[in-house]
T-cell receptor, first 116, second 114 residues
Framework: AQTVTQSQPEMSVQEAETVTLSCTYD???????LFWYKQPPSRQMILVIR??????QNATENRFSVNFQKAAKSFSLKISDSQLGDAAMYFC?????????????FGKGTTLSVSS | DTEVTQTPKHLVMGMTNKKSLKCEQH?????MYWYKQKAKKPPELMFV???????INESVPSRFSPECPNSSLLNLHLHALQPEDSALYLC?????????????FGQGTRLTVV
């Protein structure tokens, strides 16, 4: 079975600085999708960025980018120019082509605090 | 319209009550999901509906009863709940039940069982 590990329960960053959240996963599948979701205190899970395993190019979305290392099974999220609104819980998630895992497998989450 | 709307936002119910949670989307998505989330924990999958048919039931107790009356609507009927069932209940949808489709989440219903 696939697993997703986020080893940093909490992280903190100053406004305008850069922070990296780590995520590793375990799978024997060759194709899959990886996601980073953000959950602010408002509770809604918001998709931050997605990466298909077959694409070697790292995904970017404005200030958010990933470092996807398929061989190492690593999928870290880099947030540049951090803003107060980035404070939230961040979940790394895996989506398998097999039905049992298609409905997202989440890591335990990393709580990010941003200070001014 | 990229919204998944959940009602109510907050619900307090007694252990003998019957209540329902509602989830609606108008994005033409044919897969809908119920997740349960405890504080500071990741969401846990409860049910998946694909084309209005139940595809996955993650061994959820029968006091939770899902229903998908049409492609836009997903309900979760609650009966005889326990205090440990207090949690945030999240609904999500995706274009179809496939790994290469993005899941959109609602804001959740905060349920308290007293």
């Amino acid at each position: 079975a696939q697993t997703v590990t986020q080893s940093q329960p909490e992280m903190s960053v100053q406004e305008a600085e850069t922070v990296t959240l780590s995520c590793t996963y375990d799978t024997s599948e060759s194709d899959y999708y990886l996601f980073w979701y953000k959950q602010p205190p408002s509770r809604q899970m918001i998709l931050v960025i997605r990466q298909e395993a077959y694409k070697q190019q790292n995904a970017t979305e404005n200030r958010f980018s990933v470092n996807f290392q398929k061989a190492a099974k690593s999928f870290s999220l880099k947030i540049s120019d951090s803003q107060l609104g980035d404070a939230a819980m961040y979940f790394c998630a895996y989506r398998s082509p097999m039905q049992a895992g298609t409905a997202l497998i989440f890591g335990k989450g990393t709580t990010l605090s941003v200070s001014s | 319209d990229t919204e998944v709307t959940q009602t109510p936002k907050h619900l307090v119910m007694g252990m003998t009550n019957k209540k329902s949670l509602k989830c609606e989307q108008h994005m033409g998505h044919r897969a809908m999901y119920w997740y349960k989330q405890k504080a500071k924990k990741p969401p846990e999958l409860m049910f998946v509906y694909s084309y209005e048919k139940l595809s996955i039931n993650e061994s959820v107790p029968s006091r939770f009863s899902p229903e998908c009356p049409n492609s836009s609507l997903l309900n979760l009927h609650l009966h005889a709940l326990q205090p440990e069932d207090s949690a945030l209940y999240l609904c999500a949808s995706s274009l179809r039940f496939a790994f290469n489709t993005e899941a959109f989440f609602g804001q959740g219903t905060r349920l308290t069982v007293v």
